[in-house]
């Protein structure tokens, strides 16, 4: 065989081996089902790029008047299809299927008019490529305005940009050097076909190395969420608390002039909700309180699960009375909310301990202030709210209030 049969083969095997790598990661993370769309864009590439360049030539026989070409553009326009909804299925964004239906039917009908009525080679090329840059345009199109894309995703909005310049310019360009293809028999040896062999396979390798970096990137971030939270609660756990909390002091210690309050809530009489009614029921309770805090936090406090039954929120900027305010909204949890999903009597309570602190304070400090606050608050009965350094006001004797009454009147 010719060593033109062996290159006429480059982008058929490497739509497939891309294929295949997708697939693999396709069948790891199969809910992710743009993986999987990547996977069929690239297998029908290959196909397609098998049927033009070496079926049609090597194998099989052309069909009358180069009506091949009209399966093998097919295909090219599905690849098309099957690569945007990957990438726009990447951040989550619909194509608009009735443009990509719209174009695709108006290259296809081209394709048969510049074969059929009126033969020009010139005008087939123009009009899948046209067909393609248009998708691929879309796809800019949708995913620029996306906000905090990482490296990834922004490279990945540059090759999709050359690969739009590369179908939209480039055959204008080459027509336009080179001239009209006239001869179909010759278009193999053409200037266009030899362009064509040269920035498929790269822009096809560093489109698909880039989306793979980013499925990567997507996969060690997860990893990282799930290594930092507590599966029970959805809140971190005790070591993506400490670091969250710790990175949030740091950032303190470096300007800021506002306090910071931590508190620190513990579930009363835990154990013998354990030994009452079961560990799954105690596993609910910690799973529904942990509800109830991730619905009271802003995205500027941290939260966690620190132990078993024990809580932690970090408030940046707020002073001891509005952390207070804030104590008592979580401890006032709505459990009859809930009531269908605890055994019927169970009304668990939680005891909160708050402290303050200016920047400076490191974790460690706050923490054992707002523990001695939680003690002071288990020994006054559970079921409330404590602040370290300050003492709770008694409540005024009925005879006091009388005795203010009187000297009012």
Known sequence: ????????LLNPGIGALLAAAFLMLWLNQRDKLYILFATAAYAMTALAFFLQDVAFQYIASPLPGNAERFFSNTGFLLSGWF??????????LRPSYWLLATVSLIALASLAWFMLVQPSVAGRVLSINAALGLMMLMIVVKTAPVPNKHLADRILLWITILATANSLVRPVLILWLAGDLNNANDFQHSLYWTTVQFTQPLISVAFALTLMVAIAMDLIGQLRHEARTDKLSGLLNRGGFEAAA??????????SSLPVCLIIADL????QINDTFGHSVGDAVIGLFGRHIAAMTSDKMIAGRIGGEEFAVLLPGHEIQAARLFAESLRACPWGYWSGMLPGGLTPSVSIGVCAAWPGADLYSLMRNADEALYD?????RDQVRLFGIKPSPAPSMTAAISRIRVKS
């Open 268 to 271: 009363d009489h835990f154990k």
């Open 1 to 8: 065989m010719s060593a033109e049969f062996f290159i006429m």
């Open 83 to 92: 690569l945007v909804m990957a990438v726009l299925g990447r951040f989550e």
């Open 377 to 381: 608050a288990k020994r006054a009965g």
């Open 246 to 255: 710790e990175a949030l002091l740091k950032r303190g210690r470096a300007g």
